[in-house]
Structures are given as structure tokens and as C-alpha cells.
């Protein structure tokens, strides 16, 4: 059964041994400025990395490409969806390289793995070749997506996560958790500190994707949405305290 890290005291050692980084394409983009990705951002992510290598902790990065192209977008303005979807897919793999170029000038070592070959930029995924990696302390990023239409980078993210044993899922957002409403536009929106997957439905709060959030519901694959911008969130979720949302089974349960 899972960690519930709410339910243990803190430790100086991190909760979890592997996990999967949820990284939107959007949070490599400077809000209001024209570049797609922001060099500065991405060292940003990177260092922030660096410290969770620091922990011994192996991980893996799924990552998305909304700074480039959005493939959902694109077809309800009359492109094929298919079409769009593979766009978006490679729209992942340039983001991809960035984050592994920042994370190589720190010193840390990386592995690319696409979904679609392209072998003169990254290795194709292997399932057997990702977990080897990542026992020998290197940072996995996957990129194309799953390799087919139809499907988000967070399904992705939740597929990926049960393929290597991941023990959970960190869900980088621009805000702090999950709230009962958009607290943006609500200043009185409650924020949750726990969900249940089927009180997360019930309320029908934007998690993931539908296809995304079953996959973690059905093989019981915890969820943590936290704020991405706050120094040190990573590593402060990983050790065990309490930041952003946690969603699990049941509550209490470990």
C-alpha cells in the first residue's frame, strides 16, 4: 500500500524512492512575454531538480507542450485532431531538450525517451531501459506523449507513473492545490489539504483529464498539485510536509 504522507511525522529522509514530475508546458513560459520558453524559467525548474537528485530520489518528468502548440485548440478552430495532437506531441520533445540542456549544465544526467522515434534526437521508450536508468540516478524525461492522439500529457503522466512504479505523482500547477472553486476569480474558494479520487469526482474539481485521473484512481496512484513557482515546493513535498493537495484513496489510509 501507499505512503499517506500526511499521516507520519516528518523525517529528515524523503518519503518516496521514485516519482513521476507532472511539468506543464506553460510552466516554462514567462507570463506576458512572446518566447515560448524562458531560459531563466527552465534553469529555475532545473535547480530545483538538482536538489531533489540531491535526496537520492529517483525521477522521472513527463512534460508537456502548451507554450507551443495545443492540439485540442487547434482542432476546434477546424484542424484534424489527429494532426494537431501529433503537433503537440512534438511541441513536448523541444521542451524536453530544454529541460534536459539546463539539467546537463548542472551536472546532472539525463535520458530523453519519446513515445515517436526519432533516434537522431532521443531514445525510443523501453520500458525496462527507462527503470534501468533511472536506478543508475539518472533523470528520465518523457516526451511525445504516449505516442498516440486523443490522449493529454497527463494521462501520460498517470500511465508512465504505473509502467515504472512510481510511488507517486507530483503535479506541478501555477496554483497552490485544489480548490472547492476557481480561486482566482473566488477569494473565498476553500482550499483542500486532502481529496479523496471519488470526492475529487463527485465535486468534479479539474484534477487531470478524465482519461488521466482513472488511471490514477484505478492502480491507486497518489496525486500531489502544488505550486511549482514556490522555492523548494518539490523537495518540502518529497520530505514529507505538508504543500499543495494530496489525492488519494481513502483518507487516513497509508
Not at 484534424?80 to 503537433?87: E, I
Not at 536506478?135 to 524525461?141: K, P
Not at 518540502?236 to 494530496?246: D, H, W
Request: proline residues 4%; contains cysteine.
Amino acid at each position: 500500500m501507499r505512503f499517506h504522507p500526511a499521516r507520519y511525522p516528518m523525517s529528515k529522509k524523503p518519503r518516496y524512492k521514485r516519482v513521476v514530475l507532472k511539468l506543464s508546458g506553460e510552466a516554462l513560459r514567462e507570463i506576458g512575454s512572446r518566447d515560448n520558453i524562458s531560459p531563466q524559467i527552465v534553469q529555475h525548474i532545473a535547480k530545483q531538480i538538482v536538489e531533489v537528485k540531491k535526496l537520492g530520489i529517483e525521477l522521472a518528468i513527463v512534460i508537456g507542450g502548451g507554450n507551443i502548440w495545443r492540439g485540442l485548440a487547434a482542432a476546434h478552430r477546424g484542424m484534424n485532431r489527429a494532426t494537431a495532437d501529433y503537433m503537440g506531441m512534438l511541441a513536448t520533445v523541444i521542451n524536453g531538450l530544454a529541460l534536459m540542456s539546463a539539467l546537463e549544465d548542472l551536472g546532472v544526467s539525463v535520458r530523453v525517451q519519446t513515445a515517436i522515434e526519432m533516434n537522431n534526437v532521443a531514445e525510443p521508450f523501453i520500458l525496462r531501459r527507462a527503470t534501468r536508468h533511472l536506478e543508475l540516478g539518472h533523470v528520465v524525461i518523457f516526451v511525445a506523449g504516449t505516442g498516440n492522439p486523443f490522449f493529454s500529457t497527463d494521462t501520460t503522466a498517470a500511465l508512465r507513473a504505473n509502467e515504472i512504479g512510481a510511488e507517486i505523482i507530483l503535479k506541478a500547477t501555477k496554483v497552490d492545490g485544489i480548490y472547492d472553486s476557481d480561486p482566482m476569480k473566488n477569494p473565498n474558494a476553500k482550499k483542500y489539504a486532502t481529496i479523496t479520487y471519488s470526492e475529487a469526482l463527485a465535486k468534479r474539481l479539474q484534477v487531470m483529464d478524465s482519461t488521466a485521473f482513472s488511471l490514477c484512481m484505478d492502480n491507486h496512484m497518489p496525486i500531489i498539485v502544488f505550486d511549482m513557482n514556490k522555492p523548494k515546493n518539490i523537495r518540502r513535498a518529497l520530505m514529507g510536509e505538508k504543500v499543495g493537495t494530496l489525492v488519494v484513496d481513502q483518507e487516513g489510509e497509508v
